[in-house]
C-alpha cells in the first residue's frame, strides 16, 4: 500500500482539479462531428499529448516524481476520461450505429496513441533531442 505525504496529495489534489475544469469546460456542450460525439475524443487526444510530451521533459530534466502525481495521474488523469469513452461507445451500439462506434474507438485509441508519439516528438524537437 502506497501512502501519500501531504505535499503528494496536494500535487495530485490541484493537478486532478485543473484537469477536470478543463474537461468540463470542453465536454459540457456537445460537439458533433455528423452523430459522432467529439468532446471526449478532443480531452482524450490533448491530454494524451500532454503526458507525451511530459513523459520526455520529466526523464530530461530529471524531475521528482511529485511533478508525476501533478502532471501525469493529477493533471492528465482528470482531463482524460475512459468512461465517458465508454458510455458514447455504448450509446452509438445502443442506437445502432456501429459504423460510428467503430469510427469512435478508433479514434480514440488511435489518435490518443499517436498525441502520446506526437507529445514526445514534438518536446524532443524543442529540447534538440531529435
Same mark, same amino acid.
Given at each position: 500500500?502506497?501512502?501519500?505525504?501531504?505535499?503528494?496529495?496536494?500535487?495530485?489534489?490541484?493537478?486532478?482539479?485543473?484537469?477536470?475544469?478543463?474537461?468540463?469546460?470542453?465536454?459540457?456542450?456537445?460537439? %458533433?462531428? +455528423?452523430?459522432?460525439?467529439?468532446? *471526449?475524443? &478532443?480531452?482524450?487526444?490533448? $491530454?494524451?499529448?500532454?503526458?507525451?510530451? #511530459? @513523459?520526455?521533459?520529466?526523464?530530461?530534466?530529471? %524531475?521528482? +516524481?511529485?511533478?508525476?502525481?501533478? *502532471?501525469? &495521474?493529477?493533471?492528465?488523469? $482528470?482531463?482524460?476520461?475512459?468512461?465517458? #469513452? @465508454?458510455?458514447?461507445?455504448?450509446?452509438?451500439?445502443?442506437?445502432?450505429?456501429?459504423?460510428?462506434?467503430?469510427?469512435?474507438?478508433?479514434?480514440?485509441?488511435?489518435?490518443?496513441?499517436?498525441?502520446?508519439?506526437?507529445?514526445?516528438?514534438?518536446?524532443?524537437?524543442?529540447?534538440?533531442?531529435?
Amino acid at each position: 500500500m502506497i501512502i501519500l505525504k501531504g505535499i503528494e496529495i496536494i500535487l495530485l489534489a490541484v493537478g486532478g482539479l485543473a484537469g477536470v475544469f478543463l474537461r468540463y469546460g470542453i465536454v459540457r456542450s456537445p460537439l %458533433l462531428f +455528423g452523430a459522432l460525439p467529439v468532446n *471526449v475524443l &478532443i480531452v482524450n487526444v490533448i $491530454g494524451s499529448f500532454i503526458l507525451g510530451a #511530459f @513523459a520526455i521533459l520529466s526523464l530530461q530534466w530529471h %524531475l521528482d +516524481g511529485k511533478y508525476v502525481l501533478l *502532471v501525469a &495521474i493529477g493533471f492528465c488523469g $482528470g482531463l482524460t476520461t475512459m468512461s465517458s #469513452f @465508454a458510455l458514447d461507445s455504448v450509446s452509438l451500439i445502443d442506437n445502432k450505429q456501429y459504423f460510428l462506434m467503430a469510427i469512435n474507438v478508433v479514434a480514440n485509441v488511435g489518435l490518443s496513441i499517436g498525441a502520446i508519439f506526437g507529445g514526445r516528438a514534438l518536446t524532443g524537437i524543442i529540447l534538440g533531442l531529435r
